[in-house]
């Protein structure tokens, strides 16, 4: 088995920021890339960023520039610092990792259980 936990949502003003955290636990060989997604109200779940192993990454236009994303391989972790946030960010965010099990020949994605972030004042 294989669980991804995230940490690090909460309550924010306009311009402020915060840190997601997301580490993998479990039977893991090997995690290729990781990255977030959001899921506001009513709206479909979406890309946020995304890393590789190799560190190559990918923004959302509505937050390049503002986020960054980053990884820690030895811990199986990775972040999502968030600055000059603003109210449209306010959203559910998931972790997503595409994982190879020990034992396992294909890759499967996993999902983090979400947390929270809302941005007002």
């Known amino acids: 088995q294989v669980q991804l936990v995230e940490s690090g949502g909460g309550l924010v003003q306009p311009g402020g920021s915060l840190r997601l955290s997301c580490a993998a636990s479990g039977s893991i060989l090997s995690i290729n890339a990781m990255g977030w997604y959001r899921q506001a109200p009513g709206k479909q779940r979406e890309l946020v960023a995304a890393i590789t192993s190799g560190g190559s990454t990918n923004y959302a236009d509505s937050v390049k520039g503002r986020f960054t994303i980053s990884r820690d391989n030895a811990k199986n972790t990775v972040y999502l610092q968030m600055n000059s946030l603003k109210p449209e960010d306010t959203a559910v965010y998931y972790c997503?990792?595409?994982?190879?099990?020990?034992?396992?020949?294909?890759?499967?994605?996993?999902w983090g259980q979400g947390t929270q972030v809302t941005v007002s004042s």
């Open positions: 997503n990792a595409a994982v190879r099990r020990v034992g396992v020949i294909y890759e499967y994605d996993y």
